[in-house]
């Protein structure tokens, strides 16, 4: 603990000593004056001594509180790094979940970039066979949010690429899947355990990494997926080309993609269950030292010992003082 004005430590102290003193000196001049002897019991004693010395306590705490106190705690925040995976192929046109799949995404996730703090970094990956990043994790909240509003539909989808092109993000480089024909151990991204990907797609994979291998590598470097299951279970079509083609959430990839990252799925049908999923999504707390001033803490100690004292002044004696 430090105090802003350390000398109130020594005005605290001499007033405090000060004011025993003085307040000793009166109780043996009083015993003079009415001629008591030393034969009172326990019981009156603490009843005469304590009120008043919980006044002196009240009075010396107040004085050190005026010193500002400081002390150096844990705080618990949000922090890391967060990378938004959007599926934008063709199925996420889909109008099952209003408006479409895709805007109903958009719109959930805009409030919950604008939602976090400057302590977490948010960035932006579309994916459809490939995965580009439309914006790198940074604390510009503003540009994460215009890069979710560019998003468009095209394309199919490749689960296994959101997953390698956002890790690629976090890390800063390339990575890819090792080849399964070859021997040795899979490439090192490091540890990465404030990391968090929030992969958004109707579960639709047509093509390309394997997603499951994908996962794995972001489990060995630290990394947790969560997954949105965007879309319903009963589908709709949708006109690719001018043919109208079926399209339906698919939830077990989804679910095995968190499984393996220990994140975990959410389902949304609809845009209040997209809001919601996003509240209750678990981002890594870490705690962080910050000095705070305890001033407050040490005024509420003093009142709080001033109103005991008077308390008990009244309930013994019927008066204060």
Request: aromatic share 4%; glycine share 10%; charged share 15%.
């Amino acid at each position: 603990m430090s105090f802003v004005y350390p000398e109130m430590l020594a005005v605290a102290g001499i007033v405090c000593l000060a004011l025993l003193a003085a307040y000793h000196w009166l109780q043996q001049q009083r015993s003079a004056a009415l001629g008591l002897v030393a034969a009172s019991t326990r019981r009156s004693k603490i009843r005469r001594h304590l009120p008043p010395m919980l006044f002196l306590a009240a009075l010396t705490v107040l004085l050190a509180g005026a010193g500002r106190p400081q002390a150096t705690v844990p705080v618990p925040r949000a922090a890391g790094t967060v990378v938004l995976a959007f599926d934008v192929s063709n199925s996420m046109g889909a109008d099952d979940v209003k408006p479409t799949r895709l805007a109903a995404a958009q719109a959930a996730a805009i409030n919950f970039i604008q939602a976090q703090p400057d302590s977490v970094d948010v960035g932006v990956v579309a994916f459809d066979q490939g995965a580009l990043t439309t914006r790198t994790p940074g604390p510009d909240h503003d540009g994460a949010v215009a890069a979710v509003k560019r998003l468009n539909i095209a394309g199919g989808t490749s689960i296994g690429s959101a997953i390698l092109g956002s890790l690629a993000t976090i890390v800063g480089h390339p990575v890819t899947l090792p080849d399964p024909n070859a021997d040795g151990p899979p490439p090192n991204l490091g540890y990465w355990g404030s990391a968090t990907i929030v992969l958004l797609s109707d579960g639709e994979d047509t093509g390309g990494p394997d997603a499951e291998a994908a996962a794995a590598l972001a489990a060995d470097a630290g990394v947790h997926i969560e997954t949105i299951g965007v879309g319903t279970v009963a589908g709709t079509t949708i006109t690719v080309d001018g043919y109208q083609v079926a399209t339906a959430l698919n939830e077990d990839l989804l679910h095995q993609v968190a499984d393996i990252t220990t994140g975990s799925y959410h389902k949304a049908e609809n845009a209040d269950e997209l809001n919601n999923v996003y509240k209750s999504l678990n981002l890594r707390i870490t705690t962080q030292p910050k000095l705070v001033e305890l001033t407050g803490a040490a005024v509420v100690i003093g009142v709080l010992l001033l109103m005991i004292g008077g308390l008990l002044m009244i309930s013994w004696f019927g008066r204060i003082l």
